[in-house]
């Protein structure tokens, strides 16, 4: 089955700094790419999302790079906000089911 | 809100009990997900079904588990004989089957045993 990993575990920046938070999968048959927000006691929250055949999906102050051939992902932020504070989690699958990374505490501070 | 609802929110049950969880997906999402989170981890999938029909299970799905989705409505997820190691968040999804890769997830229900 796939594997996802990934890095940083925790990510500490200043507000107004960028974050990048790294994830690669090794299923060559995974097309979908989802990035997941979730906060403290809450459900996790769709933030952006790449399919295969596209390198690159910028919305606002949220981007996502794929690199279907080193088999690794990306999500950046910049102009981070102290609202961005969450764990952010990668996946990735082919549709019906997705294999989750382990999670990313992002921390924005004031 | 998202409209995928779970109840409970919170389960305490003793060890060897039985727990049976509810999820409303979206009314016009044909697909739905049960995943496990625990605490620090990413959701690990368990099942999903694609209206009534359950198309996939995990090996973490034991025998003690169970889904189902009669009607291609709600679906439940039951815990026979539940363990200590069953204390986790289960989330439900759902999505559509054409052209709604991303899922919706519920606010999950927070089972702990003791």
Same mark, same amino acid.
């Given at each position: 089955?796939? =594997?996802?990993?990934?890095h940083p575990s925790t990510l500490s920046v200043q507000e107004g700094d960028s974050?990048?938070?790294?994830?690669?999968?090794?299923?060559?048959? %995974? =097309?979908?790419?989802?990035?997941?927000?979730?906060?403290? &006691?809450? +459900? *996790?929250q769709l933030i952006i999302d790449i399919r295969s055949n596209v390198g690159e999906?910028?919305?606002? +102050?949220?981007?996502? @790079?794929? =690199?279907?051939?080193?088999?690794?992902?990306?999500?950046?932020? @910049?102009? @981070?906000? *102290?609202?961005? %504070?969450?764990?952010?989690?990668?996946?990735?699958?082919?549709? =019906?089911?997705?294999?989750? &990374?382990? &999670?990313?505490?992002? @921390?924005?501070?004031? | #809100?998202?409209?995928?609802?779970? #109840?409970?929110?919170?389960?305490?049950?003793?060890?060897?009990?039985?727990?049976?969880?509810?999820? #409303?997906?979206?009314?016009?999402?044909?697909?739905?997900?049960?995943?496990?989170?625990?605490?620090?981890?990413?959701?690990?999938?368990?099942?999903?079904?694609?209206?009534?029909?359950?198309?996939?299970?995990?090996?973490?799905?034991?025998?003690?588990?169970?889904?189902?989705?009669?009607?291609?409505?709600?679906?439940?997820?039951?815990?026979?004989?539940?363990?200590?190691? #069953?204390?986790?968040?289960?989330?439900?999804?759902?999505?559509?089957?054409?052209?709604?890769?991303?899922?919706?997830?519920?606010?999950g229900t927070r089972l702990t045993v003791v």
């Amino acid at each position: 089955g796939e =594997n996802v990993e990934q890095h940083p575990s925790t990510l500490s920046v200043q507000e107004g700094d960028s974050a990048v938070i790294k994830c690669t999968y090794s299923d060559s048959a %995974s =097309n979908y790419f989802p990035w997941y927000k979730q906060e403290l &006691g809450k +459900r *996790p929250q769709l933030i952006i999302d790449i399919r295969s055949n596209v390198g690159e999906k910028k919305d606002q +102050r949220i981007a996502v @790079t794929l =690199n279907k051939t080193a088999k690794h992902f990306s999500l950046h932020i @910049t102009e @981070t906000q *102290p609202e961005d %504070s969450a764990v952010y989690f990668c996946a990735a699958g082919a549709g =019906n089911q997705f294999y989750f &990374g382990t &999670g990313t505490s992002l @921390t924005v501070i004031p | #809100d998202t409209g995928v609802s779970q #109840d409970p929110r919170h389960k305490i049950t003793k060890r060897g009990q039985n727990v049976t969880f509810r999820c #409303d997906p979206i009314s016009e999402h044909n697909r739905l997900y049960w995943y496990r989170q625990t605490l620090g981890q990413g959701p690990e999938f368990l099942t999903y079904f694609q209206n009534e029909a359950q198309l996939e299970k995990s090996r973490l799905l034991s025998d003690r588990f169970s889904a189902e989705r009669p009607k291609g409505s709600f679906s439940t997820l039951e815990i026979q004989r539940t363990e200590q190691g #069953d204390s986790a968040m289960y989330l439900c999804a759902s999505s559509l089957l054409v052209g709604g890769w991303g899922y919706t997830f519920g606010s999950g229900t927070r089972l702990t045993v003791v």
